[in-house]
Nanobody, 125 residues
Framework: QMLLVESGGGLVQPGGSLRLSCKAS????????IGWFRQAPGKEREGVSC????????HYADSVKGRFTISRDHANNSVYLRMNGLKPEDTAVYFC??????????????????WGQGTQVTVSS
């Protein structure tokens, strides 16, 4: 059983930056694609970014392209989401999730097997 724990969320002013971390335990994430998703109050959960198991192909939602960067560290069993140029509309609870297999897809939320509990990101002045 894989346990995913997110950290790094918080309150930041518009234009600021945060780095979210997703730490896995119980199972090595080497063979899992990892996705970041977010859910704002009153809205459906949406895909933000994902990275393949190999760390090669990555995908981003149009709303975050050029501002967010996903990366993974196999040695630390972790995946990161660097968020720059944050906007108020980025405010949400951010979740990481794992899907067995190399390729990732941020549109296939139901395909992810393991989910973390989420970390709150609030962008406000």
């Amino acid at each position: 059983q894989m346990l995913l724990v997110e950290s790094g969320g918080g309150l930041v002013q518009p234009g600021g930056s945060l780095r979210l971390s997703c730490k896995a335990s119980g199972v090595a994430v080497d063979y899992y694609a990892i996705g970041w998703f977010r859910q704002a109050p009153g809205k459906e959960r949406e895909g933000v970014s994902c990275i393949s198991a190999s760390g090669g192909p990555t995908h981003y939602a149009d709303s975050v392209k050029g501002r967010f960067t996903i990366s993974r560290d196999h040695a630390n069993n972790s995946v990161y989401l660097r968020m720059n140029g944050l906007k108020p509309e980025d405010t949400a609870v951010y979740f990481c999730a794992a899907d067995y297999g190399d390729m990732c897809d941020i549109d296939s939320i139901n395909g992810y097997e393991y989910w973390g509990q989420g970390t709150q990101v609030t962008v406000s002045s």
